[in-house]
């Protein structure tokens, strides 16, 4: 019984472990209880609240406790990136260099970072069109100059 019980604790920590590092808990209770918390632990403990309770098929049936109707399954981590750090990567943008330039340019595995920061840089104005610009939009921008 003690082999067994270990196994699927054993089981459930490693699918936490690659969900955390998916950048998602998911949806469910855990998400619920630790929103707005940061970093591995308390992703750790959503996303184990959520496999271990079964809450996750719960939220998706009743749409509640983060789930979102119609999202595609994964994240898109340079638009959850962009819309987390939009003051602090416009700040780069504008400067030309800086480690929230340098973290996109790593996330979209931009080859020539020199010239991904000198093209972004030259066109702030066209990324940053309004001071009402969606991350979505400054995205769709991004990936438009580099093509």
Known sequence: MKKLVVMLFAAS??????????????????????????????????????????????????GTSGYKEGSVIGVNIVETYVAQNMDNLATDIAKGDGEYLDTLAHLMKVENKDGF???????????????????????????????
Do not use: P, W
């Open 13 to 62: 920590m490693i699918m936490a472990v690659s969900d955390v590092f998916a950048n998602n808990a998911g949806c469910g209770f855990g998400t619920f209880i630790m929103k707005g918390q940061k970093g591995k632990l308390f992703e750790i403990l959503a996303v184990t609240t959520n496999g271990t309770s079964a809450s996750s098929t719960f939220a998706i049936t009743s």
């Open 117 to 147: 920061k000198n093209t972004l840089h030259t066109n702030f104005n066209r990324i940053y069109k309004s001071k009402d610009i969606t991350s979505k939009q400054v995205v769709s921008e991004i990936k438009e100059l580099i093509g």
